[in-house]
């Protein structure tokens, strides 16, 4: 499956997608984005998708602030533990950022319900913003984050004038002893420069020596006192801030849930916006999506390609039509139509917008398989031939009825009549598999099965005759060539020689292959919403494999609904009466069971079949075949 996404360039998307997300988690969740094949989840993706881009047009980009080390912070916190300064602010700034979400989700609130309620889901940590905001300035404590702390600090200044106005009175009468005229710290303490000679004259305690070693930094033994009471205050200081720490940091604690919801909600958020931005990037669009299995894309031009040089493309399968098959010249276009049409579908059920007209429909899909480019592998040993063989097998294997189904030159890399034999054989499979598929090819033959097969309709890509140069657009019900001939035509080739290519090109006939056995369907992962209108249920068969509603039991239709929409389901062995409405779908018959199958096996008892055996011999008026009737 993965494989097939890489071949469409899915993954360029997600990566485009990711650069647009702000918070390194979006990005990771960008990244691993998945198509969904819910329904509803489908459908609300596409809608959130519309509501963002609708916010981001009114409303500006939306103030994201995340915190890389928001969780390892809440942790360190509730486990008792102290915020920095520094870590605090972080804290605050995000929580601050959470109000300031909020109000701008708000004003999308007629806009954009669906993004507005997130304002909602976001708790209300401002109290929180605002305490760590009085208390914390630049990566440290105010002065104002307690009364305390404020009288410490002015303290500290005017023990710090009174120890300056001393040791600028010892600078003055004892120059003698010292090596320059300036006071300087060694150590966070307050020191005179003395010269090492002097040094046992000086009264004084040597806090350090300079390099060179002929001075010697002291702290006189006048101003020791002074020095004392100041290195206490900045103890009683550092004892204060350490205490207001802690309170912060429990607050934190305290509101670390709400802190990690908020978090969570806004890497949400941030990565429905980079769908939104990416949408805005690509003048994407949202489309329909249906599961009645039709395509209908207009003005569709590839992501990855220039805009100002993209052809648009107009593709549609519509009614009872599964399949197209696209003809035209080499480096035409078909491979784009190709990987267009698949790379939409897994864009849309992850809900991004595409870049198309308004009014385009897509399939709602459980998988989508494709055999695009050179399959040669020379590490297991396979041809080109085997390499396109290989995922062909993985799709007739695998695809279900809502499945979409690529082929790129299907059948080509081995002999052009067995490989149009090939060819043939896996599109008749999924046409009476009832698969959505495109296909490409260069084979007359291929394209007279197109024409004459139901529900195929035949493409080709336009072509300019008189240059000679492709024009990239896919025209619908019209079969065309690969163009050799004509050119080979215009560029002089002998007339004989060309009757001679026509007339070996054009000379199969597609209805003499046999159509391979019918294989085994499987079983669609897609999950629908259930109908709740009695005019949208589908009508059933003997032998539809359903499901009973709210029970969940599973069942095999015995007889169909009569004219008051009740039929009859067994279960388990037995035949349960039940109204249309509680019933559901699963599998139909004919998908579970070949043409004229003797549902006796299933429904009748041993006894009457036996019996049933004895009376196709001949009349015993001992012999009865009791029904039940369900009653």
Known sequence: MKEAWKVLEFDRILTTLSTCAVSAEAQAALLALAPSTDETQCLHRMAETTEARRMLEQCGTPPFSLMENLTQHIALAQAGG??????????????????????????????????SAYAGEL????????GIDAAVQEDRLRDEAS?????????????????????????????????????????????????????????????????????????PAAASALQAELDMLRLAEDEETRRILYVLSD?????????????????????????????????????????????DLR??????????????????????????????????????????????????????????????????????????????????????????????????????????????????????????????????????????????????QVKRYAEEAAH???????????????????????????????????????????????????????????APPRLPVPRSALKRRVMKSAAMQPQFTRGDSVQLLPNKGIGIVYRPADDRGELIVQVQGQKLRVNAKRVRLLVPASSLYPDNYDFSIIFDTVANRKAAHVLSRKHDPNVKIIHEDGE
Not at 90 to 114: E, H, I, K
Not at 402 to 412: F, K, M, T, Y
Not at 478 to 497: D, Q, T, V, W
Not at 502 to 513: E, F, K, L, P, S
């Open 251 to 295: 607050q934190v604690a305290a509101a670390g849930e709400d802190l990690l919801r908020n978090s969570r909600l806004m890497v949400e958020l941030d990565v429905l916006f980079a769908k939104a931005k990416t949408s805005a990037a690509l003048h994407g669009e949202a489309v329909e999506l249906t599961c009645e299995r039709r395509l």
């Open 456 to 514: 195929i309709v035949n493409g080709r890509m336009a072509f300019d005759r008189q240059s000679l140069k492709p024009l990239y657009r896919l025209e619908l019900g019209k079969s065309g060539e690969s163009c050799a001939l004509f050119i080979a035509e215009r560029m002089g080739f002998p007339p004989a020689l060309l009757e001679a290519a026509r007339a070996a090109a054009y000379m199969g006939d597609w209805q003499r292959y046999e």
């Open 82 to 115: 102290m915020l920095t300064p520094e870590q605090l602010t972080g804290v605050a700034r995000f929580a601050a950022s959470c109000r300031r979400l909020t109000q701008y989700l708000r004003r999308g609130v007629d806009a954009s319900p669906m993004l």
């Open 299 to 444: 003005g569709a031009r590839h992501p990855l390609l220039p805009s100002e040089t993209c052809v648009p493309l107009d593709i549609a399968l519509t009614g009872d039509q599964r399949g197209i098959i696209i003809t035209g010249p080499n480096t035409g276009g078909k491979t784009v139509v190709l990987k267009t049409v698949g790379l939409f579908c897994l864009m849309a059920q992850c809900g991004l917008h595409v870049p198309c007209a308004a009014g385009s429909v897509l399939p709602l899909l459980d998988a989508v398989y494709c055999d695009i480019g050179d399959s040669q592998s020379l590490t297991q040993n396979l041809s080109t031939f085997s390499g396109h063989l290989t995922r062909v097998m993985e799709a007739l294997n695998s695809a279900s009825r809502d499945s979409l189904v690529l082929l790129d030159e299907l059948g080509s890399g081995t002999d052009p009549a067995e490989g149009m034999g090939v060819a043939i054989a896996v599109l008749e499979e999924l046409r009476r598999r009832g698969c959505l598929f495109l296909s490409t090819t260069h084979d007359p």
């Open 147 to 219: 009364a305390e702390l404020r009288s410490i600090r002015r303290k500290i200044v005017e023990q710090e004038a009174a120890l300056k106005e001393k040791l600028n009175r010892l600078l003055k009468t004892q120059k003698a002893y010292l090596a320059d005229s300036y006071l300087t710290q060694r150590q966070s303490r307050w020191v005179l420069p003395v010269q090492r000679r002097y040094q046992q004259q000086f009264p004084g305690t040597v806090i350090e020596a300079s390099g060179k070693g002929g001075t010697v930094f002291m702290e």
């Open 123 to 130: 708790h209300d940590v401002s109290v929180l913003a605002e």
